[in-house]
């Protein structure tokens, strides 16, 4: 198991789903942990958190706009005096539908939390993690960044981009002392998933497209996002890990 003792992480999006799980992961391994969500949902897990003996505080944040996100990183070096790991987990895949049918507003919508979102966490994460001379930071993408899915056209085009983001912010900064991977989960069962089914189709069908036949958990999930930040993978570097069952190489 990776250990995390005196290392503060930032985790967006941990309201929920897979953010939770990587927070309350993190926490068991020692980490104090700023759960940033635009939900107050991150609130009742930073309790938990801190109920356990964990060390934890809740940033209520949307991560499309500047200055929200500079105010989650001022408390996490408010209160625990910088951040070592940033998980940039926060998105959205709000509809399902053809290109020619897709709505214009829907399309900037998830450009904006999905892609610029992340930029702007990136932006405000790697300025502070330059002051402190280091740092490891995975941003979720997905399988979508990784091949194409229809029907999902903005979600697919977003998650490309956060591959993207990825290489070009660790080329950026592996020479400075951080360390930016992603993650490209295949299907994974949570909130996000539920509320995404195509009408009358059960998530147990999704789990059967994969090659391995089911659905990945979070905390599958959370292992790899945990190696990534960890010092166990310490020469690993703008790397987009498939944690898909197999899904991207059919
Ligand atoms: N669930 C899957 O099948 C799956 C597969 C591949 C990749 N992913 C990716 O994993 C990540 C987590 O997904 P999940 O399934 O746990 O989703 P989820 O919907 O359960 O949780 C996402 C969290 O992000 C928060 N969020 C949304 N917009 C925000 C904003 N503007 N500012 C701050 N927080 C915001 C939500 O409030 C929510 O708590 C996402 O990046 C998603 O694209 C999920």
Redesign the pocket.
């Known amino acids: 198991m990776q250990q995390f003792d005196n290392k503060t992480a930032l985790v967006?999006?941990a309201?929920?789903?897979?953010?939770a799980v990587v927070a309350k992961a993190l926490a068991r391994a020692g980490a104090r942990v700023v759960l940033?969500?635009?939900?107050a949902?991150g609130q009742a897990t930073a309790d938990g958190i801190n109920a356990e003996g964990g060390k934890a505080l809740f940033q209520q944040?949307?991560?499309?706009d500047s200055a929200s996100v500079a105010a989650a990183v001022g408390a996490a070096v408010a209160h625990f005096g910088g951040i070592d790991i940033a998980v940039n987990?926060?998105?959205?895949?709000p509809e399902v539908a053809p290109v020619a049918e897709w709505d214009e507003a829907v399309m900037e919508r998830i450009l904006a939390?999905n892609v610029k979102?992340m930029f702007l966490c990136l932006k405000h994460e790697i300025a502070q993690m330059l002051e402190q001379g280091g740092g490891a930071i995975v941003n979720?993408a997905?399988?979508?960044g990784v091949v194409g899915v229809a029907n999902k056209p903005a979600y697919t085009a977003s998650?490309h981009a956060v591959v993207g983001l990825t290489k070009a912010s660790a080329l950026q900064y592996a020479p400075r002392g951080l360390r930016i991977n992603a993650v490209c989960?295949?299907?994974?069962d949570?909130?996000?998933?539920a509320e995404n089914l195509p009408p009358g189709v059960d998530k147990s069908v999704i789990g059967a497209n994969h090659p391995i036949g089911r659905l990945a958990t979070?905390a599958e999930v959370a292992e790899a996002i945990l190696w990534l930040c960890s010092d166990s993978a310490s020469y690993v570097v703008g790397h987009a890990l498939t944690v898909d069952g197999g899904l991207t190489i059919q």
């Open positions: 967006t999006g309201g929920s789903g897979i953010g940033v969500d635009v939900a949902s944040c949307d991560i499309q987990n926060a998105a959205i895949d939390i979102g979720l997905s399988a979508a998650k989960p295949g299907a994974v949570t909130p996000m998933l979070s």
